[in-house]
C-alpha cells in the first residue's frame, strides 16, 4: 500500500473512532426501554431485510468457493432463512435480558460516614474484529447497544457483502427508534491496515475484540495499543474415564466433533482412560468412520485401532477445525488433567464419568474457561449460557473469561456520598 492510501484508510478509521466516542457519550443516557425499543427495531429490520442479506451471502458465497475455502469454512460463512431468523431472535433475547448497566454490585458505610457504592457502567468504545461468521455482525451490534457501549465493526473479507447488508439494516432499524448516530459503525473495506490503525487508536477505543483464527490474534494483539481480550485457539479436549457410561461418551464425543467442526468448542482431542479403552475405541471408531472422522491416535490407540493415522507430537497442539480427531489413552484422571494443560488453550474441555471423585478432581485442576462434566463442550457460548448471544470466548484470565455477554462488557465506578466530610 503507499502512502497516500495508508493515510486515506488511517483518517477513516479516527473518524470513524471519534463518531463512535461521541456516541458512547450519548448512549450512557439512554433508559433501559430506549434501548430494548432500538433493539426491537433492529431485529423487525433483520426479519424485513432477510433477501436482502441473502443475496450478499450468496455473493460471498461464491467467493468463498472460487477461493477454496474448506467445507468447514464455508459452513462458518453460509446464512440461509433459518440463520437470519437465529439472528433476529438473537437481538430479541438481548433485549429481553436484564440491563446490566447502573447495577449496583456493592456498597459499603466508612466510619467518617462516606457510603461507597460500586456500580456497572459500560466501557465505552468497543471494536470487533471477526472472521468468516456474519452472524457476529449482528450479536455484537445487539450486545453494546444493551451495555450502552458503541460498537466498530471489522468483519473478514470473505463476508463482506453480508457484513454489509448486515449492519446497514441494524443502522436504518434501530436509527427509526432514536440510535445515536455513529454507535454501530461497520468498517467498508477490508484493507488490512484498518485494523493495524483501529488497534492503535488509545483515548478513542476502549477495548479489542479479536475473534477468528490464532494468525487473526495473534496479529491484533503485536499491533494494539488498546487492551485486548481473547482467545487463541480452541484446543478442546474430552476425557473418557474409567467409569464412564461409554454409550454417553460416544455421543458427546460425536456431537462436540462432527456437529460443527469448523468453530472453536469443537473437540479436538479425546483423551481414553487405559482401563476402558478396548471397549470404548472400537465404539468411538464406528461411530466417527461413518461420520468420515479421521482419527490419529498414539501407540496404545493403534494397538486397539491399528487403522488409525500415527499422532506425533504437533496433533496434541492443534485445532484442526475439520473432520480429525486426536486420541490418546492415559492412565488416570491426574494423567489427564495433566495433557490438558499441557497442550490446551484454556478453551473448553471436558470429563464423561460416574465418579464423584474423577468429576471433582478434573474440574478442580483443568485450568480452562469453561469445564463440562457429562456435556459437549459445544455448548461454549453465549446464546447457550443463556446470555442471548456473545461476543467471543475469552481464554484471558482478567476482566473476563469464557463466554463474553453482557455483564463482560461492562465496567465500574465508585459513586461515593458524603454530607461534607474532608479528609483530615
Known amino acids: 500500500m503507499n ?27 439512554l433508559s433501559t426501554r430506549k434501548k430494548n425499543n432500538i433493539l426491537e427495531s433492529m431485529a423487525d429490520a433483520v426479519d424485513a ?5 441473502l443475496d450478499a451471502n450468496g455473493l460471498d458465497m461464491d467467493a468463498g468457493r472460487a477461493a477454496g475455502l474448506t467445507d468447514a469454512m464455508l459452513d462458518r460463512l453460509l446464512l440461509t432463512s433459518d440463520r437470519i431468523e437465529g439472528m433476529s431472535d438473537a437481538i430479541r433475547a438481548i433485549a429481553a435480558l436484564k440491563d446490566p448497566v447502573g447495577e449496583e454490585l456493592s456498597n459499603w458505610m466508612r466510619p467518617n460516614g462516606l457510603e461507597i457504592v460500586k456500580t456497572r457502567v459500560p466501557i465505552g468504545v468497543i471494536g470487533i474484529i471477526y472472521e468468516s461468521r456474519p452472524n457476529v455482525t449482528a450479536d455484537a451490534a445487539a450486545l453494546c447497544l444493551k451495555t450502552s457501549n458503541a460498537v466498530i465493526l471489522r468483519g473478514g473479507k470473505e463476508a463482506i ?8 439494516l441494524l443502522v436504518e432499524g434501530g436509527t427509526e427508534k432514536g440510535l445515536p ?31 477468528g483464527g490464532e494468525g487473526l490474534i495473534r496479529a491484533v494483539t503485536e499491533h494494539a495499543r488498546v487492551p485486548v481480550l481473547k482467545h487463541y485457539n480452541g484446543i478442546c479436549h474430552i476425557f473418557v474415564d474409567e467409569s464412564a457410561d461409554l454409550e454417553m461418551a460416544v455421543n458427546i464425543v460425536e456431537n462436540a466433533k462432527c456437529q460443527r467442526p469448523g468453530v472453536c468448542n469443537a473437540a479436538e482431542t479425546v483423551l481414553v482412560h487405559a482401563g476402558v479403552a478396548a471397549d470404548f475405541l472400537p465404539l468411538l471408531s464406528d461411530r466417527l468412520s461413518a461420520a468420515r472422522v479421521e482419527l490419529r491416535g498414539d501407540e496404545a490407540v493403534a494397538a486397539i485401532l491399528p487403522s488409525v493415522v500415527p499422532a506425533t507430537e504437533e496433533d496434541w497442539r492443534t485445532e ?8 490418546r489413552v492415559v492412565e488416570s484422571v491426574e494423567s489427564a488433567v495433566c495433557h490438558i494443560n499441557t497442550y490446551g488453550s484454556g478453551h473448553s474441555d471436558a470429563i464423561i464419568s460416574a465418579s464423584e471423585t474423577s468429576q471433582r478432581v478434573f474440574s478442580r485442576d483443568v485450568d480452562s474457561a469453561t469445564v463440562y462434566i457429562n456435556a459437549s463442550t459445544r455448548f461454549t457460548d453465549g446464546s447457550q449460557f443463556g446470555m442471548g448471544a456473545e461476543m467471543g470466548i475469552s481464554t484471558d484470565k482478567l476482566h473476563a473469561r469464557g463466554p463474553v455477554g453482557l455483564d463482560e462488557l461492562t465496567t465500574y465506578k465508585y459513586v461515593i456520598n458524603g454530607k461534607g466530610q474532608i479528609r483530615e
Open 3 to 29: 502512502v497516500e492510501a495508508a493515510r486515506s484508510v488511517r483518517d477513516e478509521v479516527v473518524e470513524m473512532a471519534e463518531g463512535s466516542l461521541r456516541a458512547s457519550r450519548e448512549l450512557v443516557q
Open 49 to 53: 431485510g432477510a433477501q436482502r442479506i
Open 161 to 168: 457483502h453480508s457484513n454489509r447488508a448486515i449492519a446497514a
Open 181 to 211: 448516530e455513529g454507535a454501530v459503525q461497520l468498517i467498508p473495506f477490508t484493507d488490512r491496515e484498518a485494523i493495524r490503525e483501529l488497534v492503535k487508536l488509545e483515548g478513542l477505543v476502549d477495548l479489542i475484540i479479536p475473534r
Open 320 to 327: 484442526y477445525l475439520d473432520l480429525i480427531l486426536a486420541v
